[in-house]
C-alpha cells in the first residue's frame, strides 16, 4: 500500500488458428445466463481499447475462450468462492496472453516495471495518546516537521488510529509514503514518509490523501483479515473487504468484470494499455485497492467531474457516502480550498 512518485501459461496453438467461422452460433444458456451474450459483454469490458480494433478472427479467439470461462464463473458465484478452479484459471491465463499478444500489436509499447527494494527505516516514532510523537533515538527536527505536514492536511482526529510513524528512503523518485496495519485485524496502523521525496508540495498532499485512503478503505470496520475469501467480496492476500465496504462497492461497480485478467499478470502495464481511459492514473490501474486510493485523494483534491468517462465516475463515487463529503468538505477547509 504505497504510491509511486512516478509468463502466464502458453496460448495453445490450436487456439490461435481457430476463427469466428468456426465457432458456434446459436446461444446456449448456463444457469438462467445466454452464454454467448455474457461472454461478449466480458470481452468488451476485458479488451477496453482493443475491442475496436481487432479482426474477426482475433475476437472469434477471444469468445471462444470466454465462452468455456462464463460457465465455470457462474459455478464460483453460486459456490460463493473467491478462488479461481484450476480450468478457470487456464482459460485467465490463456485470455490473459491473448490480450498481451494483441496489445503488443495494437497499442504501444509498454515500460519495464521498476523492481523496488525494501527500505530501512531512518527513525521510527510510537505516537502518543494525544497525537504527539514519543522522542527516538534518531529523532530529528525535519522528521517532526514531516508528521506536522500530514496532520495539518487532515481532519482533527484522523490520525487517531495511527500509533506509529516512520521514516525510510528508497532514494530519490520512487516510494513517498506508505501506510500499512500494525496488528493482525487493522485496527491499529503505521504511516511512513520518505522525506527525499517530500519537497513537492502538491505531489506530498496527492499522496497524503491516497495513504489516507488506504486506512479508509482497509481497516477493521472495512474488512477482515485472516478469514475466508468469498466470491462477493473483493479480497487480496489474507484481506477480505466486508459486504457493505467502500472496497467493495468500488469493485462491483468497476472492476468485477476484468480483475482476473489483471492479475492473471500483475506487472504488466499492457492491462492499463487496454483500459487507460477507465484511470485517473497509471498507477491506479495495479489493484482495486490502489485505483480506490487514488480516485479517493481526486475527489478531496478537485472539483466533481461533469463527465461520465469512467474515471469520472470513480472520482464522484465518493459523493454517495455522507461521511466522506464532510470528510473532504474539513480537508479542503485546511487547505483554503
Known amino acids: 500500500m504505497h504510491r509511486r512518485k512516478t509468463a502466464p501459461l502458453l496460448f495453445l496453438a490450436l487456439l490461435l488458428t481457430l476463427s469466428a467461422c468456426g465457432r458456434p452460433t446459436a446461444s446456449f444458456l448456463t444457469g438462467g445466463v445466454d452464454v454467448q451474450a455474457e461472454a461478449a459483454r466480458l470481452a468488451n469490458a476485458q479488451l477496453g481499447q482493443l475491442a475496436d480494433r481487432l479482426t474477426t478472427e482475433e475476437r472469434g479467439r477471444v469468445l471462444f475462450l470466454l465462452e468455456q470461462l462464463v460457465p465455470l464463473r457462474q459455478a464460483r458465484e453460486q459456490a460463493n468462492r473467491w478462488e479461481l478452479s484450476p480450468q478457470e484459471e487456464d482459460l485467465v491465463a490463456q485470455l490473459n496472453q491473448l490480450y498481451q499478444d494483441l496489445t503488443q500489436r495494437y497499442l504501444e509499447e509498454p515500460l519495464e516495471p521498476v523492481e523496488e527494494e525494501e527500505a530501512p527505516p531512518l527513525a521510527q516514532y510510537e505516537i502518543g495518546a494525544d497525537g504527539t510523537l514519543i522522542p527516538d533515538k534518531s529523532d530529528k527536527a ?131 494499455l487496454r483500459h487507460e481511459q477507465d484511470f485517473i492514473t497509471g498507477y491506479a490501474a495495479t489493484s482495486p485497492a490502489e485505483d480506490i486510493a487514488e480516485s479517493f485523494s481526486y475527489f478531496v483534491l478537485y472539483d466533481k467531474p461533469a463527465g461520465t468517462a469512467v474515471w469520472e465516475q470513480k472520482q464522484s463515487f465518493f459523493y454517495d457516502y455522507p461521511e466522506l463529503v464532510a470528510f473532504r468538505d474539513q480537508a479542503r477547509a485546511r487547505l483554503g480550498l
Open 142 to 272: 525535519e522528521y517532526r516537521d514531516l508528521w506536522d505536514k500530514v496532520n495539518a492536511l487532515l481532519p482533527e482526529g484522523s490520525l487517531k488510529p495511527f500509533t506509529r510513524f516512520t521514516i525510510f528512503t528508497d532514494g530519490e523518485a520512487n516510494i513517498l509514503a506508505y501506510v500499512v496495519p500494525v496488528d493482525d485485524n487493522g485496527t491499529q496502523w503505521e504511516l511512513a514518509v520518505d522525506p527525499e521525496d517530500a519537497g513537492d508540495p502538491v505531489e506530498f498532499t496527492e499522496t497524503v490523501y491516497h495513504e489516507y485512503a488506504h486506512y479508509l478503505t482497509l481497516n477493521d470496520h472495512q474488512a477482515t483479515y485472516g478469514g475466508p475469501k468469498r466470491y462477493d467480496c473483493y479480497g487480496e492476500n489474507d484481506m477480505t473487504s466486508n459486504p457493505d465496504s467502500y472496497l467493495n462497492a468500488f469493485y462491483q461497480r468497476f472492476w468485477k468484470d476484468y480483475l482476473d485478467d489483471r492479475l492473471a499478470d500483475p506487472e504488466s502495464d499492457n492491462f492499463y
